[in-house]
T-cell receptor
Framework: GNSVTQMEGPVTLSEEAFLTINCTYTATGYPSLFWYVQYPGEGLQLLLKATKADDKGSNKGFEATYRKETTSFHLEKGSVQVSDSAVYFCALSDAGGTSYGKLTFGQGTILTVHP | EAGVAQSPRYKIIEKRQSVAFWCNPISGHATLYWYQQILGQGPKLLIQFQNNGVVDDSQLPKDRFSAERLKGVDSTLKIQPAKLEDSAVYLC????????????????FGPGTRLTVL
């Protein structure tokens, strides 16, 4: 079945540091890949997505590239801010079969950014 | 545009009691999802509706969990009787349709209901 594995957390950085959160996946077919973010006390929000190999999703300074050869979708940001402190989830949605668009999530990575 | 609404936001019950959660999706969204998020884990799909029909309930513990979506709009998720391991955040999400498979159709999440079973 489908699965998503994220790097272990929590991750603690200083403001303006470079961020990488690793994500790898296992899926049948050709999944779409997502990063969701959950700020304290709020619901999940879509951060970015990529629907086919070599696509790059980007939003709010975050980027992730769909790498089919390495089955990865690592999240990066060049300079993090305190306001980026949140839990980040990598997820996939399988295009075929009976998945009907359901999301399979990784376990989440807690990011804390200090001033 | 109003987002996905859920209530209550928090619920504390004793084990073996019953509990119900309510979700109102974004207007016009045909597909509705219930996810369970246990502390320290990612959300896991419990059930998915397309309009008022169930399209995936393979991970729903049907001996104690039930869900309905009457008239294809609001949905209710019920647990009866609750167990300690049901303590989690229950997330409702909606999307325009499931037809655009492969994630081309964004899911919008509600704030969740945090359930504590004592």
């Amino acid at each position: 079945g489908n699965s998503v594995t994220q790097m272990e957390g929590p991750v603690t950085l200083s403001e303006e540091a470079f961020l990488t959160i690793n994500c790898t996946y296992t899926a049948t077919g050709y999944p779409s890949l997502f990063w969701y973010v959950q700020y304290p006390g709020e619901g999940l929000q879509l951060l970015l997505k990529a629907t086919k190999a070599d696509d790059k999703g980007s939003n709010k300074g975050f980027e992730a590239t769909y790498r089919k050869e390495t089955t990865s979708f690592h999240l990066e940001k060049g300079s993090v801010q305190v306001s980026d402190s949140a839990v980040y989830f990598c997820a996939l949605s399988d295009a075929g079969g009976t998945s009907y668009g359901k999301l399979t999530f990784g376990q989440g990575t807690i990011l804390t950014v200090h001033p | 545009e109003a987002g996905v609404a859920q209530s209550p936001r928090y619920k504390i019950i004793e084990k073996r009691q019953s509990v119900a959660f309510w979700c109102n999706p974004i207007s016009g969204h045909a597909t509705l999802y219930w996810y369970q998020q246990i502390l320290g884990q990612g959300p896991k799909l419990l059930i998915q509706f397309q309009n008022n029909g169930v399209v995936d309930d393979s991970q729903l513990p049907k001996d104690r969990f039930s869900a309905e979506r009457l008239k294809g709009v609001d949905s209710t998720l019920k647990i009866q009787p609750a167990k300690l391991e049901d303590s989690a955040v229950y997330l409702c999400a909606s999307s325009l349709t499931q037809i655009l498979a492969g994630g081309r159709n964004e899911q919008f999440f509600g704030p969740g209901t945090r359930l504590t079973v004592l």
